[in-house]
Nanobody
Framework: EVQLVESGGGLVQAGGSLRLSCAAS????????IGWFRQAPGKEREGVSC????????YYVDSVKGRFTSSSDNAKNTVYLQMNSLKPEDTAVYYC????????????????WGQGTQVIVSS
């Protein structure tokens, strides 16, 4: 059974940092790209980042470039999203999701996704 479990969300002040984790199981981790997307109340779902588990290539949406960094620990089947210099507009539920390629991830054509973790950034 494919499972993606997010953790690490919480409440943080603007300018602070959080690190989200996505633990994956039930599929060959190295064959997939793992992405993060977020959804805030009343807003469209937004793709945040993607990382290829096979070669480490990454993609970031413009609004998080220079602030967020995705990394992959293939030995643990886990992807991280380090979020620095957080802004109130980063407040959302963050989901991790698996796609067959990084291009599919960028296009948000995911095979599976987790339940999400809430991030709240106070001003």
């Amino acid at each position: 059974e494919v499972q993606l479990v997010e953790s690490g969300g919480g409440l943080v002040q603007a300018g602070g940092s959080l690190r989200l984790s996505c633990a994956a199981s039930g599929f060959t981790f190295d064959d997939y790209a793992i992405g993060w997307f977020r959804q805030a109340p009343g807003k469209e779902r937004e793709g945040v980042s993607c990382i290829s588990s096979s070669d480490g290539s990454t993609y970031y949406v413009d609004s998080v470039k220079g602030r967020f960094t995705s990394s992959s620990d293939n030995a643990k089947n886990t992807v991280y999203l380090q979020m620095n210099s957080l802004k109130p507009e980063d407040t959302a539920v963050y989901y991790c999701a698996a796609a067959r390629t990084i291009l599919q991830c960028v296009k948000r054509r995911f095979n599976s996704w987790g339940q999400g973790t809430q991030v709240i950034v106070s001003s």
